[in-house]
């Protein structure tokens, strides 16, 4: 059975041979590049190899060929031409971590380094422009520097919130068509991340990747926004959907089925201990946009669509898949009324379950080898019958995570 075979099967509910196993398609599956220095050095051994930051918001790495083939993993991403700082992922250069890794960045990721060590970063490398995110000294990714203008309710603009929204351009359509043909060229199961259709997602608001944002981009105002400027949220969230169907019918007349998965959204709904949006506030204000944006997918193509949220949403979960929903990520099991065997249980033949193997916050991070085998193993046996389980740890693996560990989630894997 191929690699994308394997995905097919999984995403149609169907037993595979194996359990598909995912880690580096998205920038919600993926694992810092520290610690896939490490992991690569343990199983390949070439000290010379520098690890490629292909998301350094969160510096995730890229897990080349090689390592992937190593792993066992079955899926690759069809990222954005532009990543959250605006970079595009090309002409590589050397970089060196706080805790002395040596890996590469894109040529136009550019810092500066504050008095007290913090790194900073600039929108698009552009160091004419305030900084973007900000580093503080020993730590391993970066936080959005909210670049808030003063909020004046009597002149709001909706326009200013969806300037970064707008039709793929000919630069765009160009990159989907050189990855297109090297994908096809893979036997590898594809998850394609969607541009401008995560409505609210608060990665997204503060827009590290511009230069002058205007509207409201303090994470903060932002949510007050969602409850108290809801005319002027659902004025954003209509022309963003407007310009996400619009690249939709672009992107699925150009990819067709070279892509089986999308991720459109990572709006985070759930905290650890419950909802910080109530069902009721979720269904006026997003699942409208859900909606249409699924329906489209589903009407025009084959491809199974993507819903990131961490926490507790164990009661959003039916909405989520009235909407339209085929995959959740990334399963936080730890999270109140998050149990893996009610989740199967319940939703197990109405959605897939993107995740769920790992728990990045307390297993994989502070347990025993032996405790994060068993703990995926036991994730496999639940999640994995009759299909519908993609193995993955639950949200992204963290730089200071024991190598032994991520060899011991490895190895679950062909148990």
Known sequence: MTHRERLHMTLNHRQPDRVAVDFGSTAVTGIHVAAIHRLRQALIKDPSYRVKVIEPYQMLGEIDAELAQVLGIDVQGLLTRKNLFGLENKGWKPFTLFDGTEVLVPETFNTTTEPNGDLLIYPEGDLTVPPSGRMPKGFHFFDSIIRQPPVDDDNLNPADNTEEFGLLGEEDLQFYRERAKALRASDKGVIMTMPGTAFGDIA????????????????????????????????????????????????????????????????????????????????????????????????????????????????????????????????????????????????????????????????????????????????????????????????????????????????????
């Open 204 to 415: 997204l608001v503060p827009g590290p990747w511009m230069k002058h944002p205007k509207g409201i981009r303090d994470i903060e105002e932002w949510y007050i926004s969602t409850a108290v400027r809801k005319d002027y949220v659902h004025a954003i969230f209509e022309k963003q959907c407007e310009f996400g169907l619009a690249n939709l019918k672009t992107l699925i007349d150009l990819l067709g089925d070279t892509v089986q998965a999308v991720f459109l959204t990572g709006t985070d709904f759930g905290t650890q201990r419950g909802l910080f949006i109530s069902p009721e506030a979720y269904r006026e204000m997003f699942k409208p946009y859900h909606i249409a944006i699924n329906s489209f997918i589903h009407k025009h193509s084959t491809w199974k669509t993507f819903i990131h949220s961490c926490g507790a949403v164990s009661e959003l979960i039916p909405d989520f898949i009235e909407a339209g929903f085929d995959i959740l990520n990334p399963v936080q099991c730890s999270a109140e009324g998050m149990d893996a065997r009610m989740l199967k249980s319940e939703f197990g033949q109405e959605i897939t379950f993107w995740g769920a193997a790992a728990n990045t916050q307390q297993t994989l991070a502070f347990g025993t080898p032996d405790e994060v085998y068993r703990e995926c193993c036991e994730r496999i046996e639940i999640f994995g019958d009759g299909g519908g389980f993609v193995f993955d740890a639950i949200h992204n693996v963290q730089a200071n995570t024991p190598t032994e560990n991520m060899l011991a989630m490895f190895k679950a894997i062909q148990a």
